[in-house]
């Protein structure tokens, strides 16, 4: 079936303590980006990813790490997440130009 | 630069049609249309491209206004399973990511 991965579904953390967000798409689809969402804010971007070894930032990058070492995953990265960065997190793929296919989301709550 | 989306919530009954504006200040190559129902994730509905297109989906169908920078998503004949937040995601060209509404909270009572 062709989805998008992401892991874990739920996650409860504490100030500081790094963690990773990841996400895995089996279309062979070029592009990837992260969107958080929040409350009356709709969906912002956070980093994309055109192809593997290509990212770059979306609207609110700060805070947040990505990486593209294969094509199949984005994996986001929080070194020192806080409080602000309660929310809930989506994952999407897509081929160039087409469609996204989101992933089920994270919801991450900081303490 | 985030596309505006209108209204912010609508209610209907069963069989109502309703219609949601989506108007962006760039000029636009691309709309998405997408589907949110309550702890789920987004579900994409369409694609319009610039040139002025209308697209349709069973009873959902959408227009894209070009020289407004303007998108129109109809719902006719509305059902419960339409209850849900749309989005509207629009894109400057084919190279670039969506910059998605705030969303229209739709609502279909019987």
Known sequence: ?111 | QQPVQSPQAVILREGEDAVINCSSSKALYSVHWYRQKHGEAPVFLMILLKGGEQKGHDKISASFNEKKQQSSLYLTASQLSYSGTYFCGTGISGNTPLVFGKGTRLSVIA
């Not at chain 1, 409350?39 to 805070?63: A, C, F, H, W």
């Not at chain 1, 990486?67 to 960065?85: D, G, V, W």
């Not at chain 1, 130009?97 to 991450?108: H, I, Q």
């Open chain 1, 1 to 111: 079936e062709a989805q998008v991965t992401q892991n874990p579904r739920y996650l409860i953390t504490v100030t500081g303590k790094k963690l990773t967000v990841t996400c895995s798409q089996n279309m062979n689809h070029e592009y990837m980006s992260w969107y958080r969402q929040d409350p009356g804010l709709g969906l912002r971007q956070i980093y994309y990813s055109m192809n593997v070894e290509v990212t770059d930032k979306g609207d609110v990058p700060e805070g947040y790490k990505v990486s593209r070492k294969e094509k199949r995953n984005f994996p986001l990265i929080l070194e020192s997440p806080s409080p602000n960065q309660t929310s809930l997190y989506f994952c999407a793929s897509s081929l160039r130009g087409g469609g996204y296919t989101f992933g089920s989301g994270t919801r991450l709550t900081v303490v």
